[in-house]
Nanobody, 127 residues
Framework: QLQLVESGGGLVQPGGSLRLSCAASGSTLNDYSIGWFRQAPGKEREGVSCISRSGLATNYADSVKGRFTSSRDSAKNTAYLQMNSLKLEDTAVYFC????????????????????WGQGTQVTVSS
């Protein structure tokens, strides 16, 4: 059974960078497209990025394009979200999720699309 654990969140000043990790256990991450999502207090969950199983295709929300980069390392069974030029509005709990194999990479967060979710990691951007 695939399990996902996020790490790498923390407190950072505006303009700073963080790299989030999504480590998989119980199964190979290669079988799944991986999505990154975030949820700020009082707001709905928002799709941030996704990366295909091969890693060759990525998709980003307009709000993070040019600042965030998704990647994956099959040898480490881990996916990453590199976040640069962070803004106050990037503050949220960030989650990674593995799409069910029949579904392609998308920024939708509808629950039926996903096999597994991580527990989330807090990212706070503050001066």
């Amino acid at each position: 059974q695939l399990q996902l654990v996020e790490s790498g969140g923390g407190l950072v000043q505006p303009g700073g960078s963080l790299r989030l990790s999504c480590a998989a256990s119980g199964s190979t991450l290669n079988d799944y497209s991986i999505g990154w999502f975030r949820q700020a207090p009082g707001k709905e969950r928002e799709g941030v990025s996704c990366i295909s199983r091969s890693g060759l295709a990525t998709n980003y929300a307009d709000s993070v394009k040019g600042r965030f980069t998704s990647s994956r390392d099959s040898a480490k069974n881990t996916a990453y979200l590199q976040m640069n030029s962070l803004k106050l509005e990037d503050t949220a709990v960030y989650f990674c999720a593995a799409f069910r194999p029949v579904y392609a990479c998308t920024l939708s967060s509808s629950d039926f699309l996903f096999h597994s979710w991580g527990q989330g990691t807090q990212v706070t951007v503050s001066s």
